[in-house]
């Protein structure tokens, strides 16, 4: 309309050599919506700043996040954004541990399919605000809850706002847990100060992958769980009634990004991402065979393995010289806890445990 020379593209680099090559002065390029807000611009704008004979300028328009909350009447200075469209980003971690999350959509990643997954995590109740065609004529704006969201079908360009009432409160996850917390049956569990060791030996990133193998009541997975605001735990358990119980505290403390994995390790690994780091708390007697396919899934993953016996230490340190583990350390905790006698305190002693971790060195013993 303007009679002018146009190149319509997505790709940065064929913007850049177009402009590059052409005798023209001034150029306008049109991307959609806030040029500073999950735009082509941020790569367009890196390469043009590199190139000191190209004067740039920025002239952002409004944002579908800033529309969308304008419709809702509602403010956006406390609301975590999170874009799927064209990435993987961990969703379920994001409205665990924010009351308001805004999701831009997009791909496989469309509103009834984030719903679904909060349905099946136990967050269907949650109130959501799905927006598309934003701006258009056919704009179409829904409030549910998003067990029936999950049941309608939306344009895959399209943005969301899930409300989490009772997203986790951070100084839940900065403590340890005390052992009275969980719910645990007569499933035995690692106890408090021995979880806080061996958890902080694993070397958590936020966006860490965890296997907790052999989970028992699940105390290490929902420990470890609610560090993780960007990352995910899988806890591995082939006994009926511990499952029972992971699942039970997973619902207490609404850590909704654990995945509990039904089965025998190291054959549970199989489907299962890449591991950053592995907890090791039971191992049926197959520790070597568990080390090994943990290698193989990663070969610098930290491990942590945590025993009560010396035979279980002496095949635990075998494994780490065997498969060639860096960093390894060996800690013995034996523990005493007060316990009220009548007006006295008495020290009543636990268990000694012997805490083996290590790092993988990249080679794996063939």
Not at 202 to 229: F, P
Not at 298 to 315: C, D, G, K, Q, R
Not at 324 to 345: C, H, L, P, R
Request: hydrophobic fraction near 35%; proline fraction near 2%.
């Amino acid at each position: 309309n303007l009679n002018k020379e146009i190149l319509t593209s997505i790709d940065t680099e064929e913007i850049y050599k177009y402009i590059l090559k052409s005798s023209k002065e001034e150029f306008c390029v049109l991307v959609s919506g806030d040029s500073g807000f999950f735009s082509l611009s941020k790569t367009l704008t890196k390469k043009f700043v590199e190139n000191s004979q190209i004067e740039l300028r920025n002239i952002p328009a409004i944002s579908s996040l800033q529309y969308f909350c304008s419709k809702l009447n509602m403010s956006w200075d406390n609301i975590k954004i999170v874009s799927l469209h064209g990435r993987n980003a961990n969703f379920i971690c994001n409205i665990m541990f924010n009351k308001r999350t805004f999701l831009l959509t997009g791909g496989s990643m469309k509103p009834e399919y984030i719903c679904k997954v909060l349905s099946t995590k136990g967050l269907g109740h949650l109130k959501v605000w799905v927006g598309e065609n934003l701006s258009y004529h056919n704009e179409r704006i829904r409030e549910d809850k998003a067990s029936n969201i999950a049941t309608m079908k939306f344009d895959s360009l399209a943005v969301m706002i899930v409300e989490n009432d009772e997203a986790i409160d951070n100084s839940l996850c900065l403590r340890s847990l005390r052992d009275d917390e969980f719910i645990t049956g007569k499933t035995p569990m690692t106890k408090s100060e021995v979880r806080t060791v061996s958890i902080s030996k694993l070397n958590l990133k936020q966006d860490s992958i965890v296997y907790d193998v052999g989970a028992g009541t699940g105390s290490v997975s929902i420990e470890i769980a609610l560090r993780l605001n960007e990352g995910c735990l899988y806890a591995i358990e082939k006994n009926e009634s511990s499952l029972e119980l992971i699942h039970k505290n997973i619902e207490k403390f609404k850590a909704f990004n654990t995945q509990v994995i039904k089965g025998n390790a190291p054959e549970a690994f199989d489907n299962l991402p890449r591991p950053d780091c592995a907890f090791i708390g039971g191992s049926s007697g197959r520790l070597d065979e568990i080390i090994r396919e943990l290698l193989k899934k990663n070969p610098y993953v930290n491990v942590v393995i945590n025993t009560i016996t010396l035979e279980s230490l002496n095949e635990g340190l075998d494994c780490m010289a065997k498969y060639k583990f860096d960093n390894v350390e060996i800690i013995n905790m034996t523990i005493a806890k007060s316990k009220k006698v009548g007006t006295y305190n008495m020290m009543m002693g636990q268990n000694p445990i012997y805490i083996i971790s290590g790092r993988g060195s990249g080679i794996i013993e063939s």
